[in-house]
């Protein structure tokens, strides 16, 4: 059973950063892509960044500039560097892993919480 972890997450002011780790139960060259998603309090899941094994990175025009996302195989783990954080950036950070076959799948982390606020 596959296995995400995320840590990392906590308060923050505006302007600040937060780096989130993601450690995976086992090689992140098992998977296909990694990524970052999010969830604020009454809005829907969306996308903040996907890195895949040939380091093809892909991030939301939100975060584009402000956010990294990184990849250290040897220690299966993915991060999330943030910086510049708004209040618009509250939410629940999940770690995902995706393979394709032999058919499509995704893990989700059971989430950090991060909040920006003054």
């Known amino acids: 059973q596959v296995q995400l972890v995320e840590s990392g997450g906590g308060l923050v002011q505006p302007g600040g950063s937060l780096r989130l780790s993601c450690a995976a139960s086992e090689s992140i060259f098992s998977f296909n892509a990694m990524g970052w998603y999010r969830q604020a309090p009454g809005k829907q899941r969306e996308m903040v960044t996907t890195?895949?094994?040939?380091?093809?990175?892909n991030y939301a025009e939100s975060v584009k500039g402000r956010f990294t996302v990184t990849r250290d195989n040897a220690k299966n783990t993915v991060y999330l560097q943030m910086n510049s954080l708004k209040p618009e950036d509250t939410a629940v950070y999940y770690c995902t892993a995706d393979r394709y076959w032999p058919s499509q799948y995704r893990y989700w982390g059971q989430g950090t919480q991060v909040t920006v606020s003054s």
């Open positions: 890195i895949t094994n040939g380091d093809i990175i």
